[in-house]
């Protein structure tokens, strides 16, 4: 079988903590889900799920479509760059657009770690034909680039930035770190939108909503480029540290070999993949309030997910 090097790197260079006697390791980045096509097909599975449909999608598009007017109007009518970060297959970004189209001249840019989700948003976006879609070698990148790609496409009529942060995306990551990249990359008057979930169910409705199959079809996909079976592991969650935090318990022993390098994992050791950090309403806004003056927040009507407009 062929060992992703990079998981495998990434568990030799992270090791693991202890708790009481359980190795817990810690490889919950979001860059290790897409490195393969089937990773990142996997996840745009999983979005189609009637769960990921009612939760997120159907959430962010009856928001964006609420309050379309009041952010056109915000936005004003200079040519603007939308700058799609973790832009996925390009639906999100999509229906944002429809919007504009013939209201304001714009130029699409997809970022995103995923090669395969890249070309699946440029090809999207065409067939919309809203205007200049551009394809560069930046568009396969993490996000620790933005301030490099935020320069180059201020070039010609498009001096103006809208960074879209849509689909939950911001919860994978610890917000001050990400709002910290992003806002390095903004110049005065550009602006950030953001669709997130928020945090108003009690723990076990939270825990509930991951009791999802494809979310182990997606997850396990990690683990299975390393050299586990899926009858090695179980997938489990929990809710700690302010965040949603999806492990997978190893259920035997197991010595995973790449090159001259050894891991060797004990039953019950636990394997952390992913985490989602939840946020109530009030928290939310004041992390924002913190990297913009200008912030316009539109809550659903149940108050479980929440678009946020942030102007530099």
Known sequence: MQVNDLIFKELIKRGYSLEGNTKVWNISDSKLWYLAPEQAQAFLDLEKSTDYQEEVIQKEISLVEGNIS?????????????????????????????????????????????????????????????????????????????????????????????????????????????????????????????????????????????????????????????????????????????RVELYYIILKNKVLTFQDKTLNFSKGDQILVSVSYKYDKSDFHGFLKMYFDDVRTYVSSEGSYVLALCKK
């Open 70 to 242: 009041e952010i056109i109007k915000k936005l004003g009518k200079a040519p603007i760059n939308i700058i799609d970060l973790g832009c996925g297959d390009g639906k999100k970004a999509v229906i944002f657009i429809e919007h504009l189209k013939g209201k304001v001249k714009l130029r699409y840019c997809p970022i995103d770690i995923s090669n395969y989700m890249v070309e699946k948003a440029l090809d999207r976006l065409k067939k919309v034909n809203a205007g200049e879609v551009v394809e560069f070698q930046w568009n396969i990148s993490d996000f620790e680039n933005l301030e490099n790609i935020s320069n180059l496409l201020r070039r010609g009529d498009y001096k103006k930035h809208l960074f879209l942060l849509l689909g939950n995306t911001l919860g994978n990551f610890e917000i001050n770190e990400l709002m910290y990249e992003i806002r390095s990359s903004m110049k005065d008057g550009d602006y950030l939108l953001i669709g997130n979930g928020l945090n108003n169910l009690k723990i076990e409705d939270i825990l509930k909503s991951y009791d999802n199959p494809l979310v182990d079809s997606f997850l396990i996909k990690i683990l299975t480029q390393i050299g586990f079976q899926k009858e090695d592991v179980k997938l489990n969650v929990r809710f700690a540290n302010s």
